[in-house]
């Protein structure tokens, strides 16, 4: 490609990001303008894919702006990619809808920041349901940072609908138990006592004091447990001591890469079900009825899924191409 195309694709991705960080409103495409943009975008390809068979190959810079773009463009665009909702999604969800209002949840939030991209949108969608179906949590966190992360999904609850911080009452319908270091030991002694292992909460407020907790031991006095996990200590040792020695009925939320360690504990039926990626917050968020990040994310994911395939079809018919060109 010439340099000039090459400045006009480097523009097109700096308006995109000036659009998206700095415009006082977000700046969203109507359905008739993203479905004129992805068809310049197919026939972006088709001529890519006609120049590559004449002979004129594109640079690897040119395949990161497209890929680049693909990234973006979803996040403007009024698409809804239509999903096909797994088995182990729709159990994990079936569990959760199947609880009366006021049963009591554990949700341990095992992650950090890094993960958060997969995991924070399906720990955003349990919290507005858990909130909007007067399902009481108890959270808490193996991993320092799990704590925060829930506050952020607390907070994102309340900014989607404000009347929800005078509804929900902290200590009353939620409490955040903090962090506690020990990972499998903290799952077992937890077995015996919830206290022990937490004797205050976040917030450095007696376990006694705090109106949801009372009457709350260990596993026996709450009705499922919801475990956002990234790694270890995370779903795994959950199964392996909360299930196997107490049978505490649990939903594991994994992170793409560690869903296939997890896969076992689900055909086994020692989960009630597995969100696994970014997919599986996607497929969460619409059982849920709220759209989150992951619904976005999906889309932008497809989408340069889409364009990595047609490039490795396009490298491949520039390969044979030059091939040929040298035996001839």
Known sequence: MK????????????????????????????AAVSIIIVIIMALAFILVFVRTIQGHFIGRRMVFVFVGVALLLPFFMQFKLPLQISPEVRSAYDALVNLPPGSRVLASYDYDPPSAPELQPMADAFIKYCFDHDLKVIIMGLWPQGPQQANLSIEAAFRENPPLRNNIKYGVDYVNLGFQSGNEFVILRMGESFKA??????????????????????YSNVDMSFNFSAGRPGAVEWVQVAVDRYGLRIASCNTAVQAPQVYPYLESGQLLGLLGGMSGAAEFEDLTGKAGKASTYILSQSFAHVVVILFIIIGNVAFFREKRTKVD
């Open 197 to 218: 292992m937490f004797p205050t909460d976040l917030y450095n407020t007696p376990y006694d004091s705090i109106p949801l907790l009372k009457n709350i031991r260990n």
């Open 3 to 30: 340099r000039t195309e090459l400045i006009v694709y480097f523009l097109i991705v700096a308006f995109l990001l000036a659009a998206y960080f700095f415009f006082p409103k977000p700046l969203n495409f109507s």
